[in-house]
């Protein structure tokens, strides 16, 4: 998959090399394959450093065709800087470095037969600034009732991924616009909901990966009940704790141990 970086440059400031910056944003599966930037002192074939504008640069965000939109700003002294953020910026859009499903289920036939990689079944909505992300597994079972999901995404997630088995209800919601900052600030990298969600702007606007049957207003009830770290059946696919879960537009895989292409 590509990424491609639009940069908004001034017209008129075309600059000395010493100021010039190249990007190279061609990712591979959310695995960057060239550098972000590279200086006056490596030159790239094929350019004419001297007519490349200078740009101090922002990341305004990703859009659902993967075009990576940033802004100028005007010290030139803040571009590295800037370069340094952008990929910050990347990698928290996208967590873990991802592999495409696709990708994964194309190489690992034998994996795929043996049941060490499964599919989930394709009736999850996307929500999150995430659509793609994977991580090692943290499994929860309740029903209607989601303190021990705050519980949970309280503590530091590591880069893991949350699924809740909330047994396919959607009478109410155990996944609130709270619950998903929560799960940023703490360094989740997703949340599996067999189950609603609830507030779906502000979730969409947390910088995490989400996945849901659907979304229904009604918060569940505070009665603490439920278990973690335990086996969980999500539509026919039973899950443990530990085992990893790569999602992206195309689907969500769960795979008994971490995948490389």
């Not at 495409?100 to 929500?127: H, M």
């Not at 088995?165 to 949340?191: E, F, K, P, Y």
């Not at 086996?231 to 999602?247: F, K, M, Q, R, S």
Request: with cysteine; aromatic share 8%.
């Amino acid at each position: 998959m590509k990424v491609c970086c639009v940069l908004l440059f001034p017209r008129n400031n075309l600059i000395s090399v010493f100021d010039r910056i190249l990007f190279s944003l061609t990712l591979k599966a959310i695995n960057y394959s060239a550098p972000i930037c590279r200086s006056h002192n490596h030159p790239i074939p094929g350019w004419n450093h001297r007519h490349i504008p200078r740009p101090s640069i922002k990341v305004v965000g990703i859009d659902d065709f993967n075009f990576l939109w940033v802004e100028k700003g005007r010290r030139s002294s803040r571009a590295h800087l800037r370069l340094l953020f952008l990929r910050r910026q990347l990698d928290s859009f996208y967590g873990m470095a991802c592999l495409a499903t696709s990708e994964i289920c194309d190489t690992n036939q034998a994996l795929l037969i043996k049941g060490d990689v499964r599919v989930l079944q394709p009736i999850f909505q996307i929500y999150g600034q995430c659509r793609a992300f994977s991580g090692p597994i943290v499994t929860l079972k309740v029903f209607e009732d989601n303190v021990l999901v705050r519980d949970m995404l309280e503590s530091p997630g590591d880069g893991r991924v949350l699924v809740i088995d909330g047994g396919g209800s959607t009478r109410c919601a155990l996944v609130g616009g709270n619950l998903g900052q929560l799960a940023q600030n703490m360094g989740w990298a997703g949340i599996l909901v067999n189950g609603c969600i609830r507030d779906v702007d502000e979730i969409n606007a947390c910088d995490i990966g989400v996945r849901a049957l659907g979304s229904n207003p009604l918060k569940s009830s505070k009665k603490g009940h439920g278990d973690k770290h335990v086996p969980v059946n999500v539509w026919g696919t039973i899950i443990h704790d530990g085992e990893w879960l790569y999602a992206d537009s195309d689907g969500i895989l769960i795979s008994k141990s971490e995948l490389s292409v």
